[in-house]
């Protein structure tokens, strides 16, 4: 299996109104490569954010048919990330 880099498993987050409400639970939402799995993904975002992680689910989303204009399309499906992390104390 080809090795992944850090920078290409995680695509983008995903912002849509269920992760802005995961995201007052410390969780966040990232579209990731097909291939990465939970540890991997764990490593590169504590790399990347420098955050510490606690939990890691794995969502895989299917291709779905659409009809656009009159012609049979397909959605392509994609592997879904959320992740929560640790409590940060805000000092006030």
């Known amino acids: 299996m ?17 992760a802005t409400i995961l995201s007052e639970q ?22 990347l954010f420098k955050v510490n992680v606690i939990k890691v689910n794995i969502i895989n ?9 009159g012609k049979l399309s397909k959605k392509p499906g994609y592997k879904k990330a959320v992740i929560t992390l640790k409590k940060v104390k805000v000092l006030t």
């Open 61 to 69: 989303t299917k291709t779905k048919k659409k009809i656009k204009q």
């Open 2 to 18: 080809k090795k992944i880099n850090t920078i290409d498993s995680i695509r983008q987050p995903i912002i849509t109104e269920k």
């Open 26 to 47: 410390n969780k966040t939402v990232f579209k990731v490569h097909s291939g990465a799995n939970k540890n991997s993904i764990k490593k590169n975002i504590e790399k």
